[in-house]
Every structure is written in structure tokens, then in C-alpha cells.
């Protein structure tokens, strides 16, 4: 008997490996990726917002910078300490500082105040040289001069006026 039991569980394992083996299982589908293709739209030309900017013959130029009005106080420039200022028709400005070339922005909005035209200046970009003689009055001129926010050009003088109220004054050259 023992024998016959062995014989039918050893039938059973062959038959289960044997029907297990004859099977066929079904592959996984093969998924090919999708790959989207942007839809191409028709070419149209790109509008560009173009700004000009405001200008003022009046303003254009060279300028000499020929006294300060600093904190209530009238301060002559140092002699020999050459302040310049070029304003070109595209808005920007250069100039000499006593020690330092500048260069800058300015803007002119086209609206008048009190004391004259509106302008906006800076940031105000410089070389970085010290003249012991000149950086105090020229770093008290470039702060000042990036403060502005008003001008005014009675017969080849202009004046800058400062947001605290402080002047610049040039003379035309």
C-alpha cells in the first residue's frame, strides 16, 4: 500500500508539472511609446512693442557742471575738478565726475511741475578710481544727480532738482 501511495502522489507532481508545462501563457502586449508631434502653427511675424523715448532738444548735449546746492548750501565745484555731463538724444548720459567717468539712463516723462520738467535718472554706473582731492564732491554730485527728478533750461543754464530739493547747476557748452 505504501507503494501505491507513493506512486499516486509522484502521478500527481508529474501531472500537475506536466499540464503546468504544456500550458501557454499569453506575452505581455507590446506597447509601442506614444511620441506627440507638436502641430506646427502658421508662421506670423512677431509683433514688437518698440518704446521711444521722450526727448528734448533743449537738453541734448554737453554741460559743465558750475555749483551745487547741497543741503540748504550753496557748494562751488573745485577747481580744475572738471564735472561734466553729455545727455544724448537716446536717453542715455554720460560724463565726467572730477575723478570718474559715469554713464546712465535718463528718462523725460513729458510732464511739468512747479520747477520744470520731469527726468528720472540712474542707476548711475562709474569707474572706480579714488582722487583724494575730488571723490567727496563727486560722490555727493552722483547721488545727487540720481536723485533728480525735475530740470529747467532758462538761457543756456540748466538746473537739476533733486527729490529733497537739492540743485545741480550747469552751464552749456
Not at 523725460?108 to 579714488?130: A, C, D, M
Request: overall charge neutral; hydrophobic content about 35%.
Amino acid at each position: 500500500m505504501k507503494n501505491t501511495t507513493l506512486f499516486l502522489v509522484l502521478l500527481a507532481v508529474f501531472s500537475t508539472l506536466l499540464i503546468a508545462g504544456c500550458t501557454t501563457t499569453q506575452p505581455a502586449p507590446v506597447t509601442t511609446p506614444v511620441t506627440t508631434v507638436p502641430t506646427q502653427l502658421p508662421a506670423t511675424p512677431a509683433t514688437v512693442a518698440t518704446t521711444i523715448p521722450l526727448t528734448d532738444p533743449a537738453i541734448t548735449g554737453n554741460w559743465n557742471l558750475n555749483g551745487m546746492m547741497v543741503g540748504g548750501g550753496t557748494t562751488p565745484v573745485i577747481p580744475n575738478a572738471q564735472i561734466t555731463a553729455t545727455f544724448n538724444n537716446d536717453g542715455t548720459l554720460s560724463g565726467f565726475g572730477g575723478c570718474n567717468n559715469y554713464n546712465a539712463n535718463y528718462i523725460l516723462t513729458g510732464e511739468t511741475t512747479s520747477f520744470g520738467k520731469t527726468i528720472s535718472i540712474g542707476p548711475i554706473i562709474s569707474t572706480q578710481k579714488f582722487c583724494a582731492d575730488t571723490s567727496n564732491q563727486e560722490s555727493t554730485y552722483l547721488a545727487n544727480l540720481q536723485k533728480a527728478k525735475a530740470y529747467s533750461i532758462p538761457n543756456n543754464t540748466m538746473i537739476i532738482r533733486t527729490s529733497d530739493l537739492n540743485q545741480l547747476s550747469y552751464v552749456k557748452v
